[in-house]
């Protein structure tokens, strides 16, 4: 095992998908999002929108994980269980609130 990757199980509650994913950790989250999300998008013939608001949360114990941050520094390790949702930050004072939901969406051939 290369000490420099994490093995995740990636969670695609829209697409109804599962993936298990090696993930530099050394990178930050942010950049893991959109290259997660341009990978998937491109795995489901660009069925799954990207974008700005989508949010990496922790499957067993619901934490967000700070995009600002490497995969090392929030404490991603191998086997951790993470699910990929729609989700924007909204700082209230010195609160940081997160608004997070599930969009389903649906390729025209599915309809």
């Not at 290259?35 to 067993?60: R, V, Y």
Request: hydrophobic share 40%; net charge neutral.
């Amino acid at each position: 095992m290369n000490n420099n990757k994490v093995c995740v199980d990636l969670i695609v509650p829209s697409i109804e998908e599962k993936y298990n994913v090696f993930i530099p950790v050394n990178k930050k989250t942010l950049e893991i999002i959109f290259l997660l999300s341009k990978a998937i998008n491109d795995m489901n013939d660009g069925s799954f929108p990207g974008g700005e608001h989508l949010s990496l949360i922790n499957a067993e114990d619901g934490k967000v994980y700070d995009v600002e941050k490497t995969f090392l520094e929030n404490n991603i390790l191998n086997g951790t269980k993470l699910v990929l949702l729609w989700g924007r930050r909204i700082v209230d004072g010195n609160k940081h609130i997160w608004l997070l939901t599930i969009r389903c969406w649906r390729s025209s051939s599915n309809r």
